[in-house]
C-alpha cells in the first residue's frame, strides 16, 4: 500500500499521509512519495488547491521516523527530497491547507505550519518536542517567533510541552477547529472558495504574504510592484473585469 494516498475533487487535490501505524511518522520514503506529488501538482494547471491530511485517528503526523533515525543514515536521508524542502522553506506557489484530524507533533506540526491554511481537530494535541528526544525543531519551528510572540514560542521549544487546539488557535495558528469528523469537509469548503479564484492573484498573493513575514514589509515592497506588473496585465486580469461587469463567473486561465 503506497505511503502516500492522492485523490483530486475538481480542482483540488488531497495528498493523504498513510502510515497510520506509525502515526504517519516521515520516513524517508514518505518524503521522497510527497515531494513528487509536490511537483506534480506544481505543474498541473488543473491544481489549484491542495489539501493534506493524515490516515487514521491517532495523529496527523509525528514528525520524524526516529526509528528511521535510530537505525542509521542509510535509513533517514531520502534520495530526492527538492520539492518538499521548497515547500517546508515556503517556495511551494499553490495554497496548501492542511486538514489536522489528531494530533500534530515535531515534524508533523512544522509540516502544518508549512501549510498556508489549518482546519484543526478540537481533540488534537500541539508541540515541537525535539529537545526530549536529543534534537531540536530544525523543520521549521525555530521561526515560530516571526508568528507568534517570542516568548511563547521559546516555552513550546524549550519545554517541548505540547498545547491544546484552543491554544492553537488564540495563537493564530489554526483558521478553524472542529470535531474531528469535521476536519476534511471543512478543509474542502475552504479550499473550493479558494480555488473559484483567480490563479496568478492566489499565487502572487500568497508568495507576497509569506515574504512579507519571512523578510519584512519594507523588502517586499519591490516584489509587489513587480508582481502588480504580471498579473494586473494578464489575460484572466481582464477577464476578471469583464465577468464582473457582465455579471458572471470568470473562466479563469492562469496567465
Known amino acids: 500500500m ?15 499521509l498513510n502510515r497510520p ?9 514518505l518524503m521522497e512519495e510527497l515531494s513528487t506529488a509536490l511537483e ?6 488543473e491544481v489549484r488547491v491542495l489539501i493534506l491530511t ?7 503526523c ?4 526516529l526509528k528511521d533515525f535510530a537505525a542509521g ?26 486538514a489536522v484530524q489528531a494530533s500534530a507533533v515535531a515534524g508533523g506540526f512544522e509540516l502544518m505550519l508549512s501549510c498556508d491554511l489549518a482546519v484543526v481537530s478540537q481533540a488534537a494535541r500541539f508541540g515541537i518536542p525535539e529537545v526530549k528526544h536529543g534534537l531540536f525543531p530544525g523543520g521549521g519551528g525555530v521561526l515560530l517567533p516571526a508568528r507568534i510572540p517570542l516568548a511563547v514560542a521559546l516555552e513550546l521549544g524549550l519545554t517541548g510541552d505540547t498545547i491544546s487546539a484552543t491554544r492553537l488557535e488564540q495563537l493564530g495558528l489554526a483558521n478553524r477547529v472542529v470535531a474531528p469528523e469535521q476536519v476534511l469537509d471543512t478543509a474542502l469548503e475552504l479550499a473550493r472558495r479558494i480555488a473559484a479564484n483567480a490563479p496568478l492573484g492566489l499565487a502572487a498573493t500568497k508568495r507576497l504574504m509569506w515574504a512579507c513575514v519571512q523578510e519584512g514589509g519594507t523588502a517586499v515592497r519591490p516584489k509587489v510592484q513587480e508582481a502588480i506588473r504580471q498579473v494586473f496585465d494578464s489575460a484572466d486580469a481582464r477577464e476578471g473585469a469583464l465577468a464582473f461587469a457582465e455579471k458572471r ?7
Open 40 to 45: 506534480e501538482a506544481e505543474r498541473c494547471a
Open 54 to 60: 493524515g490516515a487514521g485517528a491517532k495523529a496527523f
Open 62 to 65: 509525528a514528525g520524524m521516523d
Open 73 to 98: 543514515p542509510d535509513n533517514r536521508v531520502p534520495r530526492s527530497t527538492v520539492h518538499f524542502e521548497a515547500f517546508i522553506e515556503g517556495r511551494f506557489s499553490k495554497p496548501v491547507i492542511a
Open 21 to 29: 501505524a506509525q502515526r504517519n511518522a516521515l520516513s524517508a520514503e
Open 249 to 255: 463567473a470568470p473562466h479563469w486561465q492562469g496567465r
Open 2 to 16: 503506497s505511503v502516500l494516498l492522492r485523490s483530486r475533487e475538481g480542482f483540488i487535490e488531497i495528498l493523504t
